[in-house]
């Protein structure tokens, strides 16, 4: 069975739009520190590029959470596979992730995070689509809203395919 990905955000607009968010987030963080919390697998392809456009000092650690689900549906358990490396209490903290789907993953992720006594919280991702979620999440960073389709590339996959393609797919099975 052979798949056929067509070009939903061309790599140019990603990286675009990137620069614009590196920009934002600079400008508000500004004579700050900025602590990166990177979700693994999906969100380091997009954190890479985010951190290179954002002029203010930045650290990195990365988490890694698995939400069951059919591999297309997440089922609202969610479990942390890796956990981060250092404390972020007092830290301004900005989560980075590809894409807030149902919302479930991330709601349960901030929560745990925020008991972790942050100086702040923020949450910032590629890709949003408002028009599935479930649980309630305050995005404070977007790249882009997206409509119902299920997407791979920029860090995004399809069974672990895909997640290196430069610009935001959809995927046809054929
Ligand atoms: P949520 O908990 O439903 O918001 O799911 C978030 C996770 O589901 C993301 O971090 C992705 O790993 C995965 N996901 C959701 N939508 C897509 C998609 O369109 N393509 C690839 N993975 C997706
Ligand atoms: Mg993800």
Redesign the pocket.
Known sequence: MGEKVHVLISEEEVEKRIREMGAEISEHYQGEKLHLVSVLK?GVFFTCELAKRITVPVSLDFMSVA?YGDGTK?SGVVKVIKDLDEAIEGKHVLVV??????????SYLLENLRRRNPKSLKLCTLLD?PERRVTEVHVDYTGFEIPDE???GCG???QQRHRNLPYVGVVELE
């Open positions: 999906g939400s997440s992730e590809d894409i807030v789907d149902s919302g479930r993953t991330l689509k299920f997407v791979v995004l996959d399809y």
